[in-house]
């Protein structure tokens, strides 16, 4: 059975930073390529960055320069650095591995 399970998510101001992490299991996660998505209130889901087994990194555009992924195969984990966060990077976070989905995590950017 596939679990992706995330973790790190909670209010934080603008300007600060939040380490998101991704605990799967179920899957063949060395040669898994994973990824990050985020939805708004109100919005459609989009990607925020993918990572290849290979540790390839791909950002979308709005986030570049100020999030970083990364994994680490011997822990199964993907993680997701965001620095500098806006009040627009508010959004429930999904990690995605194999076609399955997390449960999602709250991200919220509030003064």
């Known amino acids: 059975q596939v679990h992706l399970v995330e973790s790190g998510g909670g209010l934080v101001q603008p300007g600060g930073s939040l380490r998101l992490s991704c605990a799967a299991s179920?899957?063949?996660?060395?040669?898994?390529?994973m990824g990050w998505f985020r939805q708004a209130p109100g919005k459609q889901r989009e990607m925020v960055a993918l990572?290849?087994?290979?540790?390839?990194?791909d950002y979308a555009g709005s986030v570049k320069g100020r999030f970083t992924i990364s994994r680490d195969n011997a822990k199964n984990t993907v993680y997701l650095q965001m620095n500098s966060l806006k009040p627009e990077d508010t959004a429930v976070y999904y990690c995605v591995g194999s076609n399955y989905w997390g449960q999602g995590t709250q991200v919220t950017v509030s003064s």
């Open positions: 179920g899957i063949r996660f060395s040669i898994t390529s």
């Open positions: 990572i290849t087994n290979a540790g390839i990194p």
